[in-house]
């Protein structure tokens, strides 16, 4: 891979992470102080999920069959960036519309948003030679653009007001722009008929006859479950215990992040796609009892530990999991397998998640408004339970591709998935 091409895609995973770490984390704050009840937040993080259920497929369809990956990019950005701008016009501070106009707003942008994760992660890899080496190096990128949002964000005193969408909204912009300029990357399967299976992104869902891949699709949407518990409520429990600038505090984790992306390389040469998952799980587990057991005194190393994990959390079992799925995927279907991979994960595991952290919330919590108070160790005890027994059977039923004096499997892979691609 060429040295200018690896700067570009550094840039656009930069700008793509920046522009969902600017608002996500906090938005918890400001939707709270303008009358967004437990309930009503709950459906502000199932909006995302739900458009990961909706539109990731259709869009990698486009992008594998008709137009340029890149030109796909810019224009869903772009479009992303006004219903961002429609949410800011109806959260304002003085005259808010009601929860679920500004839902619905956010809802057509995420619409918009969600694609993209796949779309980056193909423009990235289909112009990369080795995307097991050179695309971590290259996602590092997005994990420092996550990070320098926090800093923007709570270097400006920004975290419970309305900035952080503004920002978003600009970014967007910004975004798209830049996409037009990224490397040319063609839809791999341009000039072949289109089918109905291809509307529907039953391509993708080939790869799910094999067992290997099954069970990885299987676990990434159950840890997705317990994931939405961190997304959703962990600013505000570090708030409520009493750390200050928690879009700051939160930017610790991607810090991490940044070091585990940058020697992931080393860990896949070492230990294999199933270690590699299972390492990213244990961190899970670990991470929400820390959680527990610093929450009733405030323990911040505790708090800030649980916070740190999130590198092993992420890169090891995410990353691993988008490079894994790849190597898997044909190459006619890679932009529908990533969105495969999105909608099992960001979308269904992160809906339920949502909802289920939602109601969590709520009968773990006594008294009403400013006196609400949240039992949080018994709130984080259920999703470090559930992370673990999600890891045990990984553990048992995952087989791992074999590394050396073997035939790899995942080579095996793509060409039972190859041979059951309907002929153009």
């Not at 928690?246 to 930017?251: E, I, N, Q, T």
């Not at 998640?353 to 919330?361: D, P, S, T």
Request: glycine share 10%; net charge neutral; charged share 10%.
């Amino acid at each position: 891979m060429h040295a200018l091409v690896g700067a570009r895609l550094s840039a656009m995973m930069f700008l793509q992470f920046f522009i969902w770490g600017s608002w996500y984390v906090t938005a918890y704050l400001y939707l709270g102080k303008i009358g967004f009840a437990g309930g009503e937040i709950a459906w502000t993080y199932s909006v995302g999920p739900i458009a990961g259920i909706i539109s990731p497929f259709f869009v990698g369809m486009i992008a594998d069959r008709f137009f340029a990956s890149e030109r796909v990019l810019g224009v869903m950005h772009l479009a992303g960036g006004g219903f961002m701008m429609l949410a800011v016009s109806l959260m304002n501070e003085a005259n808010p519309a009601t929860p679920l106009m500004i839902n619905l707003a956010l809802f057509g942008y995420m619409l918009c948003y969600f694609p993209t994760l796949a779309l980056t992660n193909s423009v990235a890899m289909q112009n990369m030679t080795n995307s097991e080496k050179q695309f971590p190096l290259i996602r590092v990128f997005g994990t420092f653009g996550w990070i320098a949002a926090g800093f923007v964000i709570s270097g400006g005193g920004w975290d419970t007001g309305i900035m952080p969408f503004q920002i978003a909204a600009g970014a967007s912009f910004t975004m798209g722009i830049y996409s037009f300029f990224l490397p040319h990357t063609p839809p791999p399967a341009a000039g072949q008929k289109i089918t109905v299976r291809e509307l529907l992104g039953v391509d993708a869902l080939v790869l799910l006859k094999q067992p290997s891949y099954l069970i990885f699709m299987i676990s990434s949407f159950l840890i997705c479950i317990p994931l939405a518990f961190y997304y959703q409520l962990a600013t505000k429990f570090i708030t409520t215990a009493g750390l200050a600038n928690p879009a700051f505090k939160m930017s610790f984790g991607q810090l991490s992040e940044v070091i585990f992306m940058l020697i992931m390389p080393l860990f896949f040469s070492k230990l294999g796609v199933k270690k590699m998952l299972l390492v990213g799980m244990l961190a899970w587990v670990v991470r929400y009892g820390l959680f527990a057991l610093g929450a009733n005194d405030g323990v911040v190393w505790m708090l800030i530990g649980g916070i740190v994990l999130h590198g092993i959390c992420y890169d090891f079992f995410f990353v691993t999991g988008q490079i894994y799925t790849d190597n898997v995927a044909p190459k006619a279907i890679r932009s529908q397998a990533q969105g495969m991979l999105v909608l099992f994960t960001l979308g269904l595991g992160m809906l339920i998640g949502a909802q289920v952290a939602g109601a969590v919330e709520v009968f773990f919590t006594t008294g009403e408004g400013e006196a609400a108070v949240v039992n949080w160790q018994q709130l984080w005890t259920g999703p470090a339970i559930a992370a673990g027994v999600i890891m045990v059977l990984f553990a048992v039923m995952f087989r791992d591709p074999p590394r050396s004096g073997q035939p790899d499997v995942m080579e095996a892979d793509v060409a039972r998935a190859a041979a059951l691609e309907p002929n153009p």
